[in-house]
């Protein structure tokens, strides 16, 4: 269970509290990390790290899947990497009304931040939400 059956893959699983959303084997996924972005590939050295708002773009069987995430944490070591995430979307499928929701409840957590991490997290949202609703306009 613990190797993948592909050379060069890894184990990919992107878990909500609820369920697990997606367990794939990747052969890359970039990762939308506190401290920037970074590419997980498989032999990647053991990371814990915190995720920005952000899209994780998933490379598994050749295809590429976008999934937006507001927060979460990647789990990494050399066979596997887990994004513990309170929701993820995949990118293909928000609808407009979706983004509208999600922008507006950003916009107002943003209007209501006192504290300088919760105003720049809410703003990165903000950030990220906009982009994805220009490229799907």
Request: hydrophobic content about 50%.
């Amino acid at each position: 269970q613990g190797t993948s059956g592909m050379a060069g893959t890894f184990k990919f699983e992107l878990v909500s509290p609820e369920r697990i959303l997606l367990s794939v084997d990747a052969e890359q996924v970039v990762v939308p990390g506190s401290e920037g972005d970074f590419a997980v590939l498989p032999g990647h050295a053991p990371v814990i790290a915190t995720l920005r708002p952000g899209v994780l773009d998933v490379m598994a069987g050749g295809a590429k899947k976008r999934l937006f995430v507001k927060s979460g944490f990647a789990d990494v070591d050399a066979a596997r990497l887990t994004i513990l995430a309170q929701k993820a979307y995949d990118v293909e499928e928000m609808t407009a009304a979706v983004l509208a929701d999600e922008l507006r409840l950003a916009e107002a957590e943003l209007a209501g931040a006192q504290a300088d991490d919760v105003r720049i997290a809410a703003e990165t949202l903000v950030n990220e939400l906009r982009k994805i609703s220009a490229k799907a306009a």
